[in-house]
């Protein structure tokens, strides 16, 4: 007898599936106060203090095992209280992944065949290449997440209630996304007809770009098969009219030139390497129609001779053991990148150029008419 079929359709928890049992599901709410009361509240007072010390070291944040190894050291000696909120936040990674993946595995049967059902089904679609080859990097097992967002066929539905943990209320029911798409920066124009969401993951934000543009042809595209199969299924349940594929999003070519009106992309170029971020912005400006507009959400970047800023957390404390012990390799890289000028040398025009404005509105980039 299946394991599948010994438990209960315990319904949703607003939009996503519910974990397996109340024990579950108590276990998961338990770990996400947890992190909220000592997490959250702490580092406002452990991350300035730990920054203070690693400049008084005069310690050179930089993505290197050295730079981790000596950052560490001052924390272990100088600021044990640090060291401890390290700690907590990597345990209570660990143990939201492992609990959520155990949770689904007791009823994987049942959600591969809803998978597989939904991709047949509509409104909207979803392709995807069950041979596809992975780039290295997306093997990266990121925030912790248990197989990572490629490694296992239900890495979508595991990212959806994780995240939920991970984030807190700001995720709950999708807030977030809704917020955010609202908040975004149609073409100066107006006109959006066509809309491509890049590195779309589960596709919350892609559903409620069609809820801001209903008229529009709305597209979310992602490196992972699992998480676009699951986007799907996940639009499907709300009855939005959207399209996923899976696409790295640096590897566009064969894309139309001159087609969207808005392409957007959150939290992804963090999370690759440069080479991938610099290939991914060329290919979006050529996609781009004149007039049309390129919304990015992402860490702050360092601007030419900058050694720290005010909104980068990631050039302190949490930059350097975060990067480490959460999975975020390539996010130390990024925030020095000055990814705005790699903008502007391609031909965008950027309508904010101080980085709080870019922390409120996001980057904002025009292709000129």
């Known amino acids: 007898m299946s394991l599948s079929n010994q438990f209960p359709d315990r319904g949703k928890v607003g939009p996503t599936p519910a974990m397996t049992t109340r024990a579950d599901e108590t276990f998961l709410n338990y770990v996400k106060d947890l992190r909220s009361v000592l997490l959250w509240g702490a580092s406002k007072d452990i991350h300035p203090k730990a920054n203070a010390e690693i400049q008084k070291e005069k310690i050179v944040i930089e993505p290197t095992k050295e730079s981790v190894e000596a950052v560490r050291k001052v924390v272990r000696e100088k600021i044990p209280e ?37 991709d047949k089904m509509g409104p909207g679609s979803v392709t995807w290449d069950p041979d596809y080859v992975y780039p290295n990097y997306a093997n990266v097992e990121t ?103 899976q696409k790295a999003a640096e590897d566009l070519d064969d894309f139309p030139e001159n087609h969207y009106d808005l392409i957007t992309v959150h939290i992804l170029f963090h999370e690759v390497p440069t080479p991938v971020v610099d290939r991914t912005i060329a290919n979006v400006y050529r996609m781009l129609r004149p007039g049309g507009t390129f919304w990015i959400s992402d860490f702050p970047t360092l601007r030419e001779g900058q050694k720290d800023h005010k909104g980068i957390k990631y050039t302190g404390l949490l930059g350097s053991i975060d990067s480490a012990d959460n999975n975020e390799p390539y996010a130390p890289e990024f925030v020095r990148s000055n990814i705005e000028d790699k903008l502007k040398n391609l031909g965008f025009t950027l309508r904010y150029e101080d980085p709080e404005d870019m922390v409120v509105y996001g980057r904002v980039c025009d292709k000129p008419v």
């Not at 909120?85 to 959600?111: C, G, M, P």
């Open 82 to 118: 640090a060291g401890v909120w390290s700690r907590v936040y990597r345990a209570t990674q660990d143990a939201l992944w492992n609990r959520v993946s155990e949770s689904y595995d007791l009823r994987d049967e049942e959600f591969l065949r809803l998978l597989e059902e939904s």
């Open 143 to 245: 925030h912790r997440q248990n197989d990572g967002y490629v490694g296992h066929p239900l890495a979508g539905l595991r990212y959806d209630y994780g995240t939920r943990i991970f984030a807190g209320n700001v995720s709950k029911d999708d807030q977030l996304h809704k917020a955010m798409a609202e908040k975004i920066s149609a073409p100066q124009d107006g006109k959006v007809e066509c809309v491509m969401d890049l590195a779309c993951a589960i596709g919350r934000l892609t559903c409620q770009l069609k809820h801001r543009f209903p008229e529009a042809d709305v597209w979310g595209s992602d490196i992972s098969a699992p998480m676009v199969r699951y986007a799907h299924y996940r639009a499907l349940e709300q009855g939005v009219d959207v399209h996923f594929l």
